[in-house]
């Protein structure tokens, strides 16, 4: 990744100034379709936490394991070659900062920068907005203007965790807009080595809280437990109730494009909004039931699996590593074709019932032996 100078800073500044009718939600969308076309040619193989290691201890030269040499080279010689990058998500990015180990973490961070292009998938909040439009904007009337969630899911390192922008500066409004462009130039270039180097002087982060979310739902789904009949209407009831939390995508949305056509104001009340909301998680309460339009959602979808063949296996009980797990399924089958990760979450994602290896082309390896075998195949070296 080719860190940015001194130049490149200044022709930033001079270009945006020459450009003030480009508005910085414009400019970030530009470099997202960009960056979506210049790797459109790549596969995709997604690592979570295990292989991640796996491989950065090989790398160290510190791994007993003969075989993840093997995927190390394989994997490296692909990347090379142009065949492969092995993008992260915001998943990936939380667990490396709880390494302690600041020589690890740097030599994972260094990995992740070779394998990777640079490239992460933006964070699931914003790839669901991104695939809840996406349903209702192809029907639209201005339909054809809107891209398809593959096109606005990647993003660079630096914003592994979402894009913000420097804002309320003491600048005048046009030399700030100049500002928020060139920083984001700035960041869109700079390796994770250099963004974890910001964090290594003890800055708080605030403590986990899956454990106590996993009780919960293990009480709530106890106390439920004879109310679970079919494994569809489990099913349902988790993906619509994720909807839920998402309903403020399509009623903004919707409220734009009124706003944009016919040139008045969809502002509305409080409880005008709360109504909207609830008509919207109807609809797409509906058009889920529907399976094209669920898998035009997998980051909803595949979450939703996941915590459903938890309720519908009475004898299990979530734990608080299932959420990094099953959001780092959502982030891969959808939008990667090798996902390669731990065994048990191999073996939830290829139950029968799931139907995941039938809608999405993501194979889902667990065993190295096995990656190093399908890496071999499909890309030599």
Not at 10 to 28: L, M, T
Not at 102 to 122: C, K, M, N, P
Not at 353 to 372: K, R, T
Request: charged residues 25%; hydrophobic residues 40%; proline residues 4%.
């Amino acid at each position: 990744m080719k860190e940015p100078t001194a130049p490149d800073i200044a022709a930033s500044f001079e270009f945006h100034r020459r450009h003030p009718e480009i508005s910085i939600d414009q400019y970030v969308k530009a470099k997202a379709l960009e960056l979506a076309e210049s790797i459109q040619g790549l596969e995709k193989i997604y690592l979570d936490k295990r292989f991640w290691v796996l491989l950065r201890d090989a790398h160290m030269g510190r791994s007993k394991i003969q075989a993840a040499y093997e995927l190390l080279g394989k994997i490296r010689s692909a990347v090379t070659s142009g065949k492969v990058l092995c993008p992260i998500s915001e998943s990936v990015f939380l667990e490396l900062l709880k390494q302690q180990d600041l020589t690890t973490r740097q030599a994972t961070a260094e990995l992740i920068d070779e394998f990777s292009y640079g490239v992460t998938l933006v964070p699931y909040e914003q790839r669901v907005a991104q695939e809840l439009i996406s349903v209702i904007a192809v029907s639209s009337p201005n339909g054809a203007q809107y891209h398809e969630p593959k096109d606005l899911v990647w993003s660079k390192l630096s914003y592994v965790l979402g894009v913000v922008h420097p804002s309320e500066t003491a600048f005048p409004p046009e030399e700030e807009l100049v500002i928020q462009k060139s920083f984001f130039d700035h960041m869109w270039q700079i390796p994770l080595v250099e963004v974890l180097s910001y964090l290594e002087d003890g800055e708080f982060f605030p403590p986990e809280t899956f454990g106590e979310t996993a009780d919960k739902l293990n009480e709530l789904n106890r106390n439920h437990q004879g109310e679970v009949k079919n494994f569809k209407q489990v099913y349902l009831d988790e993906i619509r109730g994720a909807l839920s939390l998402f309903m403020h995508v399509p009623r903004m949305w919707s409220e734009n494009e009124y706003e944009r056509v016919s040139g008045v104001s969809a502002a509305c009340s409080d409880h005008e909004m709360q109504e909207r909301e609830q008509k919207w998680h109807i609809v797409f309460g509906n058009l889920v039931t529907k399976r094209s339009v669920a898998l035009r959602l997998p980051s909803l979808h595949v979450s939703a699996l996941c915590h459903a063949a938890v309720r519908w296996d009475k004898g299990r009980k979530l734990v608080a590593n299932d959420f990094y797990d099953f959001h780092h399924a959502a982030a891969a089958v959808g939008y990667c074709r090798a996902f390669m990760t731990e065994k048990p979450l191999r073996s939830l994602l290829r139950q029968k019932h799931l139907q995941l290896a039938n809608d999405y082309p993501c194979v889902v390896i667990a065993d190295i032996n096995e990656a190093v075998e399908w890496v071999g195949e499909r890309f030599g070296g």
